[in-house]
Nanobody, 116 residues
């Protein structure tokens, strides 16, 4: 059974940091590409970051470049999103996504709220 379990969200003050994790099971983690998306109320889902199957290639949205970093640990079947210098506009539900070919799996989402 495929499972993607996210954790690490919460309430943080502007300028703070959080690290999101997405632990996967039920499929061959190392062969999948991964993405983090976010969705704020009333806004379209936004692609935040991408990492290739072996981790050698990453991309980040301009809105988070220099502040967020995606990474993966194939030994732990986990993908991470390190978020630094958080801003109120980063408030959203963050979702992890694994895909390869026509296979596409999603986490349940974790809420990140940036507020003083």
């Amino acid at each position: 059974q495929v499972q993607l379990v996210e954790s690490g969200g919460g309430l943080v003050q502007p300028g703070g940091s959080l690290r999101l994790s997405c632990a996967a099971s039920g499929f061959t983690f190392s062969t999948y590409y991964w993405r983090w998306y976010r969705q704020a109320p009333g806004k379209e889902r936004e692609l935040v970051a991408y990492i290739s199957s072996e981790g050698g290639s990453t991309k980040h949205a301009d809105s988070v470049k220099g502040r967020f970093t995606i990474s993966r640990d194939n030994g732990k079947n986990t993908v991470y999103l390190q978020m630094n210098s958080l801003k109120p506009e980063d408030t959203a539900v963050y979702l992890c996504n694994a895909w390869v070919g026509n296979r596409d799996y999603w986490g349940q989402g974790t809420q990140v709220t940036v507020s003083s």
